[in-house]
């Protein structure tokens, strides 16, 4: 890691962004922000029952998106229970009483608000992106600024669509080189928090760059960006390119005609100026990386497949020694074995980190011929995603091996819908958080990539994904 100076007549892609939205800042270094976009979820109720308590009303209600997401049921069958389906009502009731615009349940354009967002051309370079969650960061792969606020900052950004901030330190996390075939963006991003820590980034945004970042499709992008907060950071960014004008270009919400003409020049623009300094700089190189699975409850306790569990019996720092053997315990595994060749129980496909179609195409790429040994779920990152992938036949691919395909939302990462993880279970699972209970209390989460989720499912174990790609790409 090296620390570099910060000339002062050079910004940095994010200084630019700070400086487009900043109204005023005060003696203490508090900036007021103007907001773009504000999404909020069910979650918002509790920033809505304040504007209601205080006869406020929403300043910006255009700038406005609201989209029902943790607590959709996914399967065409559930019945919500009612506290479940009272957060849903909720949701549109706010919504519809301040004509913010809902992609609700039912809604072609409904998904979980990190995927539609990005995907319905509202997250575009240079905006400022909030949303009452702390996977907000995912936005910053197309170059916008974006963060998760809390309740009470959300009803002030619905009263005021400002938000207060002090300027976070700037690190620049630098990928060069080539990823292998079978390593995708969530090896990349566990690479680098477990070895930088989950708080490795803390008080910083982390500006991705390099080769193998460059190399990254936009939707590899989200994921890696997605993963910033469980390293600590905010937000996540990446200077907007050839790569994300191309995606963002035709989404119902992106500029069109020579409205998008200026705005593509604009966008190419922001990226920082050349010789900008940041305060830290950590390089990794692409071609090391292999897949990598966590076996622990906090993301940073992630290994690469090829590995073995630790020992808390050789670990000389004693702290260090209780929270692996902590653990270990947790999570039911034996310290030193190998982690390939752990038995699970179930698969998750899904989550804003990696249920996009080029996370379903992937898995299905495991998957296609083959059966599961283990049940699972897929559910895919918005409605679209789901109908493409069914226009692409990756639907049946993962019925054929037995999983279920279901509808989309948060579902299994979080567990708010009611689709758990049962106690004791071991699951493969494409999502963000590996936390003690996260998907159901007691369930063991093992996070992976999609390809390694699918692979998993092929083996019944934790599996190195790269062989059984050979021959297939
Ligand atoms: C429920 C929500 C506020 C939460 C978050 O902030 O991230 C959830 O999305 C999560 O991933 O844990
Ligand atoms: S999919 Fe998971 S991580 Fe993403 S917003 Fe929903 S609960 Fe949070």
Redesign the pocket.
Same mark, same amino acid.
């Given at each position: 890691m090296t620390v570099s100076r910060r000339p002062a007549d050079k910004r940095t892609f994010f200084d630019k962004l700070w400086d487009l939205h900043r109204i005023l800042t005060r003696d203490d270094g508090a900036t007021l922000l103007w907001v773009d976009r504000h999404f909020i !979820?069910e979650g918002s109720h509790h920033a809505f029952a304040n504007l209601a308590a205080r006869n406020l009303p929403v300043a910006h209600p255009e700038l406005t998106f609201g989209v029902a #997401?943790?607590y959709v049921p996914t399967r065409p069958d559930a019945v919500p229970t009612d506290s479940i389906a009272r957060m849903i009502l909720t949701l549109s009731e706010n919504t519809a009483r301040y004509g913010i615009t809902l992609f609700g349940r039912g809604d072609p354009r409904q998904g979980? %608000? !990190?995927v539609v967002g990005p995907e319905q051309g509202l997250t575009l370079p240079g905006l400022l992106v909030v949303c009452g #969650? *702390?996977?907000t960061a @995912?936005h910053g792969a197309l170059g916008a600024y974006a963060f998760g606020i809390g309740a009470t900052e959300v009803a002030h950004v619905l009263a005021t669509q400002t938000i207060w901030q002090k300027k976070p330190k700037q690190m620049r996390l630098v990928v060069d080189g080539r990823l292998m075939p079978g390593i995708g963006a969530k090896d990349v991003a566990l690479n680098w928090i477990s070895r930088l820590g989950a708080d490795g980034a803390r008080g910083h945004v982390v500006e991705y760059d390099g080769t193998a970042i460059r190399g990254l499709t936009v939707e590899g992008r989200l994921t890696l960006c =997605?993963l910033s907060i469980e390293g600590g950071a905010r937000s996540g960014l990446i200077a907007p390119d050839e790569t994300t004008l191309n995606w963002i270009k035709g989404r119902p919400f992106a500029p069109t005609g020579s409205d998008w003409e200026r705005a593509a020049e604009g966008f190419l623009a922001l990226a920082g100026d050349d010789d900008a300094g940041f305060d830290r700089e950590v390089r990794l190189t692409a071609d090391e990386i292999a897949p990598i699975v966590t076996w622990g409850t906090s993301p940073e306790e992630a290994l690469p497949i090829t590995a073995t569990l630790p020992d808390p019996a050789r670990e000389p720092d004693p702290a260090k020694a209780s929270r692996i053997a902590a653990s270990l315990d947790y999570m039911g595994l034996t310290p030193g074995r190998s982690l390939e060749g752990i038995e699970i129980d179930q698969i998750f496909i +899904? *989550? /804003? @980190?990696n249920?996009r179609i080029e996370d379903l195409r992937s898995a299905a790429a495991v998957l296609a011929g083959r059966r599961s040994k283990v049940p699972g779920l897929v559910s895919p +990152?918005s409605t679209l995603v789901k109908s493409q992938a069914e226009q692409e036949g990756l639907d049946r691919i993962f019925m054929d091996a037995g999983l279920e395909w279901v509808g989309s +939302? /948060? *579902?299994m990462? %979080?567990g708010?819908n009611g689709d758990l993880v049962a106690p004791g279970k071991r699951c493969a699972s494409t999502? =963000?958080?590996n936390f003690r209970g996260r998907q159901g209390q007691g369930a063991r989460t093992h996070l992976v990539s999609p390809a390694m989720a699918a692979a998993a499912a092929v083996t019944g174990t934790l599996t190195d994904v790269r062989k059984l790609l050979r021959g297939r790409c």
């Open positions: !979820h #997401d943790h979980i %608000v !990190h #969650d *702390s996977h @995912t =997605n +899904g *989550s /804003c @980190t249920a +990152g +939302g /948060c *579902s990462c %979080v708010m999502t =963000n958080r």
